[in-house]
């Protein structure tokens, strides 16, 4: 088989060329992209005269029936025709003979591959976000059952002030919503349309790339040639989005190891998506959750991978940028399993409430309430923390907390001190009267819940 790119080439590729260069085996699963783009491609070009539209639709239906034999892996792709485009063009001529060479009038493979992959990504981030939508709707029913399940608010990993597990779970909610808006955001710049950029200098032809952009799906169309074939900045933008994912679903997959470690017990995982060791028989490993944090690392490096492959290059189109495909599909990939994997772990989860509670109490995480109710009986805060921090002292030389301490122990540190200061350094009312918007309180998350309820109504329509 001659080429279809080999005009000036006195010599075939040596095989081993052949297969350094090739993209089939990662790029074939653009091919009903690769079609439909050329199917549209095709269209136009017959529509505006550039083919006899007689020949356009001979080409059409042709395209049509390879993409039906592919689906139902009737055809076989070859590393010698290089890519999916060569491959789909290929076997378009071998079936229809000198028709099928027309199609590539008016393009090239640089804006062939530029459409390609950002309908490809279009596709691709559309999931996401239905990933996305399915994970925050498990947070936010997992938070509507624990709104007054109390458990340490940490920095530093040392017990801070108390929250609720509800809060706790919804300040991963506004992470995944951010990363659903960011994706959002992102696919307005994937969703341009590349085709008529040709090689880097669009052409002498007068297609129609309106018609092509609507007939795909495009908001709109690149609007400089030698841009349409060298941008790659939509991949290195979803790359990030999808490592910010990564990022939201490590820091919570950190926390689940933890929790579910004898020293915290705060939650265990269902064993479903827990595993057993091969020596020691009486181990439960959080396996889902480390995998999860663990793949964090390769979305990161195929960020890196593709901003480092693009730094230098001259415009317009370099092969180079045939490295873009790889990493972006590594990384979609990463994260379309991660995240239902994550989601159903936490939706089985158990959540151990008394443990939580238990740990709450360690701490004096009441101590700044206790300061607070010095406040509001006259005392400056500065001296309100010291007598705080006195009594935090006097507790641990007793080993009691701060709510076991009798009146007259509180009194001795101050005299200020009435009843009513154990009211305020009860856990459950330390969150509950946090009203302030964005706080723990209960009711401030019961209607957080209820906006959440809302807006994944949006987002579901
Ligand atoms: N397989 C190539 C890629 O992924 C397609 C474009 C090739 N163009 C070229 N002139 N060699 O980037």
């Known amino acids: 088989m001659k080429k279809l790119s080999n005009g000036r080439l006195k010599a075939e590729a040596d095989s081993f060329t052949d297969h350094f260069h090739s993209s089939i085996s990662f ?9 439909t783009g050329s199917i549209a491609h095709a269209r136009m070009l017959g529509r505006q005269g550039i083919i006899p539209e007689k020949e356009s639709l001979i080409i059409i239906s042709a395209l049509e029936d390879i993409l039906k034999d592919i689906e139902s892996g009737k055809v076989t792709f070859d590393e ?3 890519d999916i ?5 290929t076997i378009l001529i071998d079936r229809i003979g000198s028709v099928g060479k027309k199609l590539h009038t008016g393009r090239s493979r640089n804006d062939q591959v530029a459409l390609d992959i950002r309908m ?12 996305l939508l399915k994970l925050l709707t498990t947070l936010n029913n997992i938070a509507r059952d624990n709104t007054e399940t109390i458990m340490p608010g940490f920095t530093h990993l040392q017990n801070a002030q108390p929250v609720t597990f509800a ?16 994706l959002s955001d992102c696919l307005k710049r ?29 908001d709109s169309v690149t609007r400089n040639s030698l841009d349409g074939v060298s941008d790659r900045d939509f991949a290195c933008e979803l790359l990030f989005c999808l490592s910010l994912i990564m990022m939201h679903l490590s820091r919570f997959c950190e926390e689940l190891v933890l929790w579910s470690s004898q ?34 690392g390769r979305v990161y490096g195929e960020l890196i991978a593709l901003l480092t492959t693009l730094k230098g290059l001259p415009l317009a189109y370099n092969k180079d940028m045939q490295e873009d495909k790889e990493g972006v599909f590594d990384a979609v990939d990463t994260v379309k399993m991660c995240l239902p994997v994550f989601t159903n772990m936490i939706a089985t989860m158990t959540v151990n409430k008394e443990n939580m509670l238990a740990s709450a109490r360690l701490g004096f995480m009441n101590a700044t309430d206790c300061a607070d109710w010095l406040v509001r009986h006259g005392v400056p805060f500065r001296d309100a923390h010291g007598i705080s921090g006195q009594l935090v002292m006097y507790c641990i030389e007793k080993g009691k907390s701060l709510e076991e301490l009798t009146l007259e122990e509180f009194k001795a540190v101050s005299p200020v001190f009435v009843e009513s200061i154990y009211d305020d350094i009860d856990l459950k009312s330390c969150v509950n009267r946090r009203t302030v918007k964005g706080g723990p309180a209960k009711e401030c998350v019961d209607k957080v819940i209820e906006e959440n309820d809302r807006l994944l109504k949006e987002m579901m329509s």
């Open 167 to 182: 809060h706790h779970v919804l300040a991963y909610f506004e992470m995944f919503l951010r990363d659903d808006e960011r």
């Open 85 to 89: 485009h060569m491959n789909v063009e």
């Open 80 to 82: 010698k025709a290089e």
């Open 120 to 131: 490809y990504l279009k596709d691709q981030a559309a999931d996401i976000k239905g990933l």
């Open 190 to 218: 994937v969703n341009v349309m590349p085709l008529g950029s040709c090689a880097l200098a669009a052409t002498t032809y007068r297609l129609d790339r309106d018609m092509v952009a609507r007939e795909l799906g495009f």
């Open 263 to 296: 020293q915290f017990k705060f939650i265990e995982i269902s064993d479903a998506y827990a595993t057993g060791s091969s020596i020691m028989p009486q181990k439960k490993n959080p396996d889902m959750a480390e995998l999860i944090r663990g793949k964090t």
């Open 27 to 35: 790029d074939s699963r653009m091919y009903k992209e690769d079609i």
